[in-house]
């Protein structure tokens, strides 16, 4: 998918008013489109109030000689996309007035593809049949750290079912793409919308219980226990306690034991956030009966004698 490789190494800086044109891609002075190699050939550019950002865009698109409207303007410093400003303008006079004070500064902007198309390309590339290319997975879900800090984007993957796609990912993988996954599943719930959508969709919790297991790599099963505290701390204590229910059932075992081998067979990192689970849990439990419960379930599994250790 060559569209998809445009998509997050292609990243051009223009600076506002005839200065310098740079590849800012990190790939050395190179942007890959549809597989041909184009080198960023200096310019000048001049970014006219007057006209519509599309046609901004349009202007600094030739200048690569890019005959698609993939690319749009975002400024580097704000993280703010041009083209939203401009819709927001359509409904508040003053916002137009913002936007070229904004580009009134000398600031660098950014010629990067539409955040909604590289939404779809990674998309794609999580939608497959058969098996993972892990050669081809590697490199995107990696890159996905970088794309989470882009709110426009972000939100635009959580809307789209991202993060359970990268979820359904991390079982059917292993090593190093699973702990990808899983730092970029943390990103996306750095989100108000990305936290809303464990909460209101319950399977998304019981993958990543199925994550705490002594078949997964420990760093991953770390992760996940990660996540399911931050999801108890947040209105999601019921969530969480039928999730543990569920996936011990599935599996023929106790609920909670496998936070409580974690105590004990885990590193240090690993016990610290088994116990922080465990104490979120009874922080915020419902009732004094539900605590009781707990704690009674989690002695008859040997949690005093791990403790004492």
């Known amino acids: ?66 005959q698609d409207n993939d690319y749009t303007l975002q400024h580097s410093k704000s993280k703010d996309y041009l083209f939203i400003l401009e819709e927001i303008a359509k409904e508040d006079v003053k916002e137009e007035e913002n936007i070229k004070n904004l580009l009134k500064n000398q600031d660098v902007l950014l010629l990067r593809v539409h955040p909604a198309i590289r939404v779809q390309d990674y998309l794609n590339i999580l939608s497959y049949d058969g098996d993972p290319d892990t050669i081809i997975l590697k490199p995107y879900i990696f890159r996905m750290r970088y794309e989470c800090q ?72 770390r992760q996940a226990v990660e996540l399911l505290f931050v999801l108890c701390n947040f209105d999601g204590w019921s969530l969480v306690h039928k999730a543990a229910k569920f996936t011990a059932r599935m599996s023929g075992e106790e609920p909670y034991l496998n936070i409580i081998q974690m105590l004990e067979r885990g590193d240090f990192d690993t016990q610290l956030n088994a116990l922080t689970l465990l104490n979120s849990l009874l922080d915020n439990a419902p009732d004094r009966d539900k605590v009781k419960k707990l704690v009674l379930s989690w002695r008859e599994l040997g949690l005093d004698d791990i403790l004492v250790r």
């Open 1 to 66: 998918n060559n569209k998809s490789v445009m998509s997050f190494i292609s990243l051009t800086v223009i600076r506002v008013n005839s200065s310098i044109i740079r590849n800012c891609s990190g790939y050395v002075d190179k942007i890959v489109v549809d597989d041909k190699i184009h080198k960023a050939d200096i310019g000048e550019f001049d970014y006219d109030l007057e006209k519509t950002v599309e046609e901004n865009s349009g202007s600094a698109r030739k200048l690569f000689n890019l």
């Open 150 to 221: 882009d709110e426009v984007f972000s939100e635009e993957f959580i809307l789209s079912n991202g993060i359970d796609k990268l979820l359904t990912l991390i079982q059917q993988t292993n090593g190093n793409i699973q702990s990808y996954c899983l730092t970029a599943v943390r990103c996306f719930m750095g989100y108000y919308s990305g936290l809303q959508e464990f909460l209101e969709s319950p399977e998304l919790i019981d993958k990543l219980f199925y994550l705490v297991n002594e078949e997964v790599v420990a760093t991953v099963s």
